[in-house]
């Protein structure tokens, strides 16, 4: 089926270093999402983004988060500057029509904060 | 607000047993229904959706019926494999352009 890709699969940063996590997501599809999942809790929404834009973002998307798709190449999350609570693995996801249709995710960046 | 409770952390069966895994949802919306299914190294994909209420998902052996008089989506399947060995999770758009996710149910088969 249709495949998301994350780069990296793993991130090791120092607390207050910038971090970008990329995400390929499928290629005809229009609406993105991250979402952010701690060891052994829940996944959470992060953002969902549409026509270059922030439709909804969550409590968890901090001031120092930011999302873009620059000329249709990745779609990226980028944290600046990190804190020891950004440590968590960041699934993306993509769909064809926002909604409820189906999400198709990536395997998920694993970030590590030290 | 919206959320997702799976109350079985972990669920342990032998091949051929029945399979049960509990979900209720809450939403002051009316929302889409999701099941979920995460294998190692992998993102979640999809197994199941329903849409409207009374209606039954069916997948690769996997059901569920959107309860909405018991806020309820239950999933089930007659004779579990080990292949079917996986992290299982509830979830509800809840009218919004976002997944709210249960916390995931772990399903060991012993062969």
């Known amino acids: 089926g249709p495949k998301v890709l994350q780069i990296p699969s793993h991130q090791i940063i120092d607390m207050g270093q910038m971090v970008t996590l990329n995400c390929d997501p499928v290629?005809?599809?229009?609406?993105f999402y991250w979402y952010k999942q701690i060891l052994g809790q829940q996944m959470e929404f992060l953002v969902n983004?549409?026509?270059?834009?922030?439709?909804?973002k969550s409590k968890l998307f901090k001031d120092q988060f930011s999302v873009e798709r620059p000329d249709g190449s990745y779609f990226t999350l980028k944290i600046q500057p990190t804190a020891l609570e950004d440590s968590a693995v960041y699934f993306c996801?993509?769909?064809?029509?926002?909604?409820?249709?189906?999400?198709?995710f990536g395997p998920g960046t694993r970030l590590t904060v030290l | 607000g919206d959320s997702v409770t799976q109350k079985q952390g972990q669920v342990t069966l032998s091949e051929d047993d029945f399979l049960f895994i509990n979900c209720t949802y809450s939403t002051t919306t009316y929302p889409t229904l999701f099941w979920y299914v995460q294998y190692p190294g992998q993102g979640p994909q999809l197994l199941l959706k329903v849409t409207t209420a009374n209606n039954k998902g069916i997948s690769r052996g996997f059901e569920a019926t959107y309860d909405k008089g018991t806020t309820s989506f239950h999933l089930q399947k007659a004779s579990v494999q080990e292949s079917d060995s996986a992290v299982y999770f509830c979830?509800?758009?809840?009218?919004?352009?976002?997944?709210?996710f249960g916390k995931g149910t772990q399903l060991i088969i012993q062969p």
């Open positions: 983004f549409y026509n270059g834009k922030v439709m909804e």
């Open positions: 290629s005809n599809h229009l609406y």
């Open positions: 979830a509800h758009t809840g009218g919004a352009d976002r997944l709210t």
């Open positions: 996801a993509s769909s064809l029509a926002g909604g409820r249709a189906e999400q198709f």
